[in-house]
């Protein structure tokens, strides 16, 4: 069954260096996520990518966040300089019609922890 | 905020109980769905309801929706132990494309 895969499973990191955490979503897949959890507590979302651009992104997505499809297989979110607080698990997730048929498909998570 | 609630924050039953979780949320919506989540791991998708029903049924899955009242439930019968875990409602609400988790209910089931 088609999954989708991340990586790595879990990055330690110095707080101020940048991260890049890697997601290749299904292959017939239109639409990708980014979620993050801070351990325990809720699934926030962080930003949507459609036709090779960003559609939403919330409130967390700031200038310290990218994302990118830079070979039509992955998809990435990097973030530039690493803050204590973005210590969480980062869930990246895919759909084939994204809002129409609602459906997310989920990685195992790239758990991230910035010393 | 979209995010949903659930409530209860946790619940634990016996095995061969029913679980019953609600989830309310704040704006008008296409559909929502419910998660699970093993601790540690991925959500998986466990079933879609659109705005224009009421119920729906899979396995030994059972969920309601409110859209007067804004609100959801999810009911797991005969439970088991296996169905340990978190399980969280999610919204797309009727604008954007992005999806909304609630804040989820921890779901103990005693063998």
């Known amino acids: 069954e088609p999954e989708v895969t991340q990586t790595p499973s879990h990055q330690v990191t110095q707080m101020g260096q940048e991260v890049i955490l890697r997601c290749v979503p299904i292959?017939?897949?239109?639409?990708f996520y980014w979620y993050r959890q801070i351990l325990g507590q809720k699934v926030e979302f962080l930003v949507s990518f459609y036709n090779n651009e960003i559609s939403e992104k919330s409130e967390i997505f700031d200038d310290q966040f990218s994302v990118e499809r830079p070979d039509g297989s992955n998809f990435t979110l990097k973030i530039r300089s690493t803050k204590l607080e973005d210590s969480a698990m980062y869930f990246c997730?895919?759909?084939?019609?994204?809002?129409?048929?609602?459906?997310?498909?989920f990685g195992e998570g790239s758990r991230l922890t910035v010393l | 905020s979209q995010q949903g609630e659930e409530d209860p924050q946790a619940l634990s039953i016996q095995e061969g109980e029913n679980a019953t979780m609600n989830c309310s949320y704040k704006t008008s919506i296409n559909n929502l769905q419910w998660y699970r989540q093993n601790s540690g791991r991925g959500l998986v998708h466990l079933i879609l309801?659109?705005?224009?029903?009421r119920e729906k049924h899979s396995g030994r899955l059972r969920v309601t929706l409110d859209t007067s009242k804004k609100s959801s439930s999810l009911l797991i019968t005969a439970s088991r132990a296996a169905d340990t875990a978190s399980y969280f409602c999610?919204?797309?609400?009727?604008?954007?494309?992005?999806?909304?988790f609630g804040t989820g209910t921890s779901l103990t089931v005693i063998p």
């Open positions: 997730a895919s759909s084939k019609d994204g809002v129409t048929t609602g459906e997310l498909f």
């Open positions: 292959s017939n897949h239109l639409y």
């Open positions: 999610a919204t797309d609400p009727n604008t954007g494309n992005q999806f909304y």
């Open positions: 309801i659109r705005s224009n029903e």
